[in-house]
């Protein structure tokens, strides 16, 4: 309901200057309650008065030996008794529901006049200074977010630049075919032999895994001689465990193999999955162990076992054998040059892993640095309130005069309720209870609405806001916090 602008000074006035009797009305609605009941008891007598009298007029309507001159008069006085039964059907109505209310409002008690008025006191500015705080939180974001991103950049930049400045696959693939070249000039002794010896271990591994290859293909050749490599490596899988260091009992030459068991324990043991006469599947942790190196240096197209032919074995050992040292106490003894290759190349790939991590770690912390970034300020309450406050300080405008005019009103009726000739405003209570139950509803919201934005600005005055909304910490001086430095000349050094 609204009210016509010429009309609100009026209703101010006269609402503000009864603010106490319409207090003191709210709290007393058992005398009205009571007034409404003896209404509704008259109009509920007189509602059976006019049932009987039109049923007496209707009987007389439908007595044959009524002239027929006498019955204008008799419908003329049913219809007045029909008229009658509406108006006080209607009546009956109104009390039960303007009573209906009273009780409800009264069980529910009734909001503070003073107390209200004054929760509305200043809420639009409040709204305009909660709404300023929000523009400078989702400025303080866009800050932020483009802070990251600069530091994302940043450091992604020089974890790539390490990446690529190891030249991890050029790097592997000259030391692996300079392994075989018995050409190269500045070799010494060791290489030197080595190169004479390694091919019949490259041959004999290509042979047992059934690789084909072309000798120009320079990738794949690289490729094959990294699985020989690995191959040698589990055939002396106690010198490159540890076991022989650590005082391990060492396994005599029927114990070595391209598997690194007995002979005799191969098809019981977990090193194949199944075989097919001579034909040897690996299993899942044998494949990781030969195609890992070769995987991590040329991606997943590149050179990959499954099966070994064991009718391969003795030239395999063979190959081996060549590329042993004299024998000593403890064993035969691996050439140390393949020893020291192998593990350059692992200590390459090692470093080249630190740099993919370096990356993959890069990426994940600008996520989640991110999704802080964009939490802070999604925390929404204040954008919220900053609204409500803004509409509720507009609606306040014909809410209060409302809320003062329903105070009036009962107050009023309450005040005539007793007089012989009263006759309820049963619709003005019933918009009357409306109000004040509006009021009543909205006014903790307010409260609470007043209370949180002060709240809010309060501490932001301080410096003090609460940690759930308060942006992260971005220290720009650690950006190479996850990333090693490349090596200072060639793939063997390496910065702690």
């Not at 609204?2 to 009026?10: D, E, L, S, V």
């Not at 409002?105 to 209200?116: A, E, H, I, M, R």
């Not at 690995?230 to 391209?258: C, E, L, M, Q, V």
């Not at 300080?393 to 005019?405: D, G, I, Q, T, V």
Request: neutral net charge; proline residues 4%; charged residues 25%.
């Amino acid at each position: 309901m609204k009210i016509p602008p010429r009309f609100r000074p009026a209703i101010f006035g006269l609402a503000f200057g009864l603010t106490t009797s319409a207090s003191q009305a709210q709290a007393d609605y058992t005398t009205l309650i009571e007034a409404l009941q003896t209404k509704n008891r008259q109009a509920t007598i007189l509602l059976e008065e006019a049932d009987l009298l039109m049923q007496g007029y209707q009987d007389y309507l439908d007595d044959p030996e009524i002239e027929a001159t006498e019955k204008p008069a008799l419908r003329k006085a049913l219809l007045k008794q029909k008229t009658r039964q509406t108006l006080s059907q209607s009546e009956i109505k109104q009390f039960k529901g303007a009573m209906r209310d009273l009780r409800r409002l009264q069980k529910n008690g009734s909001v503070d006049p003073t107390g209200f008025r004054n929760s509305y006191e200043g809420l639009e500015e409040l709204a305009k200074q909660a709404h300023g705080a929000w523009e400078e939180i989702l400025s303080i974001r866009k800050q932020l977010q483009s802070d990251l991103l600069s530091e994302y950049q940043t450091k992604l930049i020089v974890a790539e630049g390490i990446l690529q400045d190891l030249k991890t696959q050029e790097n592997v693939s000259k030391r692996l075919l300079d392994s075989v070249n018995s050409r190269r000039a500045g070799s010494d002794n060791g290489e030197f032999e080595l190169a004479l010896k390694l091919p019949y271990l490259k041959m004999a591994t290509a042979r047992g895994f059934g690789i084909s290859y072309q000798r120009e293909d320079e990738e794949r050749h690289a490729q094959l001689i990294l699985v020989a490599l690995t191959a040698y490596s589990n055939y002396f899988w106690d010198h490159f465990d540890g076991s022989r260091a650590a005082g391990g009992k060492a396994p005599s030459d029927r114990d070595r193999n391209i598997f690194g068991i007995p002979d005799g324990r191969i098809l019981m043991s977990h090193a194949i999955s199944h075989n097919e006469s001579n034909y040897y599947h690996l299993s899942d942790d044998t494949r990781i162990r030969f195609n890992s190196r070769v995987r991590k240096v040329w991606g997943s197209g590149s050179l990959q076992v499954k099966t070994w032919n064991q009718n391969y074995s003795n030239p395999f050992k063979q190959a081996c054998q060549k590329l042993t040292l004299s024998a000593k106490e403890g064993g035969v003894q691996p050439n140390e040059t393949i020893i020291s290759l192998i593990k350059e190349i692992d200590e390459l790939l090692k470093i080249d892993d630190d740099a993919r991590q370096a990356i993959t770690q890069i990426h994940s912390q600008h996520q989640l640095k991110l999704s802080e970034a964009e939490a802070f300020g999604e925390n929404v309450w204040l954008s919220t309130a900053a609204y409500n406050a803004a509409i509720w300080a507009s609606e306040s405008k014909e809410l209060l005069p409302l809320f003062n005019l329903a105070g009036v009103r009962l107050a009023k009726q309450s005040e005539l309720c007793n007089l012989p000739d009263w006759k309820p405003d049963t619709h003005g209570i019933q918009m009357s209870v409306r109000a004040i139950n509006q009021a009543s509803q909205r006014y903790p919201s307010v409260v609470k609405l007043r209370r949180d934005i002060k709240g809010y600005l309060s501490d932001s005055d301080k410096g003090n806001r609460d940690e759930n909304i308060e942006p992260p910490v971005i220290d720009f001086e650690k950006s190479k916090e996850f990333i090693g430095e490349p090596p200072a000349e060639g793939p063997e050094k390496k910065d702690a």
